[in-house]
């Protein structure tokens, strides 16, 4: 059957209109305006026991307060994610930390890190930035992740910002491109060196190694002396060596965002 001339320069116009798509009805996908704010996913472990040392653990909350504070700062949107999703349990919980005593304070805040999005629920393209905070719960479940190593792909190849903190770089040991690359590979890369977790006395009760891992994955180690500021940025991945050094890989990952622009 023949349209009318009026009727194939309307569906022409809504064609355009919907850009330029096959089909009759307009595009459903979320087109992100360019001036938009940034949006920065925040992953939290859901592991919550140290080994079998009958004791807890969790995210390290400062590394979670701090670089949420950073980024609040910025502008930017927030999600708190984790793994499969729901309750994120705090360790290291300092309230005489200004941040972190704000934060604790702040219900609605707190309701979020006990009902995290399960990662496999989102879509990795709407992140800009993905930052992994730490805390030795991570080191059980960040490396093998199937949610996890699929967002820092996703991030990373956008030509987003993959950053994490202390124990938080579990979640790169293991994180390959699209081509196969490790992502560590050739990069200088820190984090929570062998040497501080001997001086904690958990080297023997973490799953592995840490920094050893690293190394062996090609990364460039960097450190400072135990427990000092350490952070390094190599091409769209920055890395913290511990709590010290929070703040640090937050403002890093900011100053890359915004070298970016929208």
Same mark, same amino acid.
């Given at each position: 059957m023949r349209h009318h001339p009026i009727l194939r320069a309307a569906v022409h116009v809504l064609a355009i209109a919907c850009g330029m798509l096959p089909s009759w009805g307009c595009s459903t996908v979320e087109r992100a305006s360019p001036t938009a =704010? &940034? #949006?920065?996913a925040i992953v939290l472990t859901n592991h919550g026991q140290l080994g079998d040392t009958g004791k807890s653990t969790g995210f390290f909350l400062?590394?979670?307060t701090? =670089? %949420?504070?950073v980024f609040r700062a910025a502008g930017y949107e927030i999600d708190f994610l984790s793994p499969k999703g729901g309750l994120a349990p705090m360790d290291g919980v300092d309230t005489n930390d200004p941040i972190n005593a704000a934060f604790l304070a702040n219900e609605?805040?707190?309701?979020?890190? &006990?009902a995290t999005r399960a990662i496999p629920a989102? /879509? =990795?393209?709407? %992140? /800009?930035a993905v930052f992994f905070s730490g805390g030795h719960g991570t080191m059980w479940d960040f490396p093998e992740d199937r949610g996890v190593q699929a967002l820092i792909r996703v991030v990373y190849e956008r030509g987003g910002v993959v950053a994490a903190v202390c124990h938080g770089p579990a979640a790169v040991v293991n994180a390959r491109l699209s081509d196969g690359t490790l992502l560590v590979q050739g990069k200088e890369v820190s984090s929570f060196t /062998?040497?501080?977790e001997v001086a +904690? &006395?958990?080297d023997h009760v973490v799953p592995f190694a840490l920094e050893s891992t690293l190394r062996a994955r090609?990364? #460039?180690? +960097?450190?400072a002396p135990n427990f000092e500021r350490k952070v390094a940025v190599s091409d769209r991945l920055v890395t913290g060596q511990n709590p010290a050094s929070a703040t640090g890989v937050a403002e890093e990952v900011v100053r890359l965002l915004e070298s970016r622009g929208n």
């Amino acid at each position: 059957m023949r349209h009318h001339p009026i009727l194939r320069a309307a569906v022409h116009v809504l064609a355009i209109a919907c850009g330029m798509l096959p089909s009759w009805g307009c595009s459903t996908v979320e087109r992100a305006s360019p001036t938009a =704010p &940034k #949006r920065v996913a925040i992953v939290l472990t859901n592991h919550g026991q140290l080994g079998d040392t009958g004791k807890s653990t969790g995210f390290f909350l400062s590394e979670a307060t701090h =670089p %949420y504070e950073v980024f609040r700062a910025a502008g930017y949107e927030i999600d708190f994610l984790s793994p499969k999703g729901g309750l994120a349990p705090m360790d290291g919980v300092d309230t005489n930390d200004p941040i972190n005593a704000a934060f604790l304070a702040n219900e609605a805040l707190v309701a979020q890190t &006990k009902a995290t999005r399960a990662i496999p629920a989102v /879509d =990795p393209a709407r %992140y /800009d930035a993905v930052f992994f905070s730490g805390g030795h719960g991570t080191m059980w479940d960040f490396p093998e992740d199937r949610g996890v190593q699929a967002l820092i792909r996703v991030v990373y190849e956008r030509g987003g910002v993959v950053a994490a903190v202390c124990h938080g770089p579990a979640a790169v040991v293991n994180a390959r491109l699209s081509d196969g690359t490790l992502l560590v590979q050739g990069k200088e890369v820190s984090s929570f060196t /062998d040497e501080e977790e001997v001086a +904690v &006395k958990l080297d023997h009760v973490v799953p592995f190694a840490l920094e050893s891992t690293l190394r062996a994955r090609g990364a #460039r180690f +960097v450190e400072a002396p135990n427990f000092e500021r350490k952070v390094a940025v190599s091409d769209r991945l920055v890395t913290g060596q511990n709590p010290a050094s929070a703040t640090g890989v937050a403002e890093e990952v900011v100053r890359l965002l915004e070298s970016r622009g929208n």
